[in-house]
């Protein structure tokens, strides 16, 4: 593992974060145009659908460098479409990166060790 795969899969938890909020802030916005004269969709969900698009480019990056199976992009994908679902997939991810980091560190130090 190299630091480049943590870094991926670190975007990828980064964006899900993000995107989970506007998805709820995006909801938000729904239910105040059907029961106010607050119209805040147009924006939120150009927002929205900018962070969807950085999602999923991130996902593709990450599932290429981490070279996961089908199911672990699949269950990630599937957490963002649910309303809070996207904090799921965070945490799933934030265990995910530690344990690249861990590994690139471990292989730093082992090559370090070689070469000394």
Not at 19 to 33: G, N, Y
């Amino acid at each position: 593992m190299d630091i480049k795969t943590a870094t991926a899969v670190r975007r990828l938890r980064l964006v899900s974060a993000v995107e989970a909020v506007s998805f709820l802030l995006l909801l938000a916005c729904s239910v105040l145009k059907r029961t106010t004269e607050f119209n805040g969709v147009p924006v939120m969900g150009a927002v929205h659908g900018i962070l969807v698009v950085l999602f999923v480019v991130f996902l593709a990056d990450a599932w290429n460098r981490t070279r996961w199976a089908v199911k672990r992009p699949l269950v990630v994908f599937v957490l963002s479409l649910i309303p809070f679902g996207g904090f799921f997939a965070e945490k799933l991810l934030r265990a995910e990166e530690q344990q690249h980091v861990a590994a690139a560190h471990a292989a730093a130090r082992e090559q370090s060790a070689a070469t000394a």
